[in-house]
C-alpha cells in the first residue's frame, strides 16, 4: 500500500443545488467513495445576503482521492460549479494520514511515488478547526471565534458514542447529541481563535468542547 501522504479527504461545502451538481460530476468522473451530508452555515442573515451567499442550509461532499486527482477535482469544481462566485460553495482538500487498505484500493490509488511532500509542508497558509460541542452551544463557540478572527463557519450534527468510563473518571456530563464547528482559517490566526473557543467552550465549559485543527492542502473558492 503506498504512503498515505499521497492521499487527500477532498470536501465541498456549498448550497444544496451547487452539491447535487458535485455529485454528478463525481459520478460522471467514476468517483467510488463519496459521502454527503446536510449542514449549515453560522453566517447571520444579513452576512449571508451582503455575500451573496444564498440561504445558510448547506450540504457538504466529502470523498477520499489520491492527491493529483483530488487537485484535478478542484479545477473541475472550480470550472464548472464557478466556486468563488457568489451563491456557490468551498472546496477544499486535507492531507489523510491513514486508512484501510480496502478504502485505498477503492480510490484507485496507483503505487508510486509522488516525489514526497511531507505533512510538515502542507497547510502552511490555512486549517481548519474544528470544535466538538454539546448540542445548542455552536452559536457560543462563533460568538468567541469572530472577535479573534474568523469569518464564519459551518456546523452539523453527531452523537458522541462511548467513552462512559472516561466520562464518569473526568466527572463531567457530556451530552451524547453533540455540534461540529468546522472554521477555515488563516494560520497566522490560527492560535487566537483556537485559544478563545477554548477558553470560552471547552472542556471545563457548560458546552464541553474538544478543539483541535488539521492542515488543510488546497482550497478553491475564496474569491
Not at 37 to 56: E, R, Y
Not at 64 to 83: D, H, N, Q, T, V
Not at 200 to 223: K, N, R, T
Request: hydrophobic share 40%.
Amino acid at each position: 500500500m503506498p504512503e498515505s501522504k499521497f492521499y487527500r479527504l477532498l470536501v465541498l461545502i456549498a448550497n444544496p443545488d451547487i452539491a447535487a451538481k458535485a455529485e454528478r460530476l463525481l459520478a460522471d468522473e467514476g468517483v467510488p467513495v463519496q459521502y454527503s451530508m446536510k449542514v449549515h452555515g453560522t453566517a447571520s442573515s444579513d452576512i449571508i445576503n451582503m455575500l451573496g451567499l444564498g440561504t445558510p442550509e448547506k450540504s457538504m461532499i466529502a470523498i477520499i482521492s489520491p492527491r493529483k486527482e483530488a487537485s484535478g477535482f478542484l479545477r473541475l469544481f472550480r470550472k464548472k460549479l464557478y466556486l468563488g462566485m457568489p451563491n456557490t460553495g468551498i472546496a477544499f482538500t486535507i492531507p489523510v494520514s491513514g486508512g484501510s487498505k480496502r478504502l485505498f484500493e477503492l480510490a484507485d490509488i496507483i503505487e508510486e511515488d509522488e516525489g514526497g511532500v511531507s505533512m510538515a509542508d502542507e497547510g502552511r497558509d490555512s486549517c481548519m478547526i474544528i470544535a466538538i460541542v454539546d448540542q445548542g452551544s455552536s452559536d457560543d463557540v462563533m460568538k468567541a471565534a469572530k472577535p479573534a478572527g474568523a469569518t464564519g463557519g459551518t456546523v452539523f450534527h453527531s452523537r458522541r458514542i462511548g467513552g462512559e468510563p472516561a466520562v464518569k473518571l473526568w466527572g463531567i456530563s457530556v451530552q451524547e447529541e453533540r455540534e461540529v464547528v468546522m472554521i477555515l482559517a488563516r494560520n497566522s490566526r490560527k492560535k487566537e481563535i483556537m485559544d478563545a473557543i477554548n477558553s470560552a467552550c471547552g472542556m471545563d465549559s457548560d458546552s464541553h468542547g474538544v478543539i483541535f485543527s488539521l492542515p488543510i492542502a488546497d482550497i478553491e473558492g475564496i474569491g
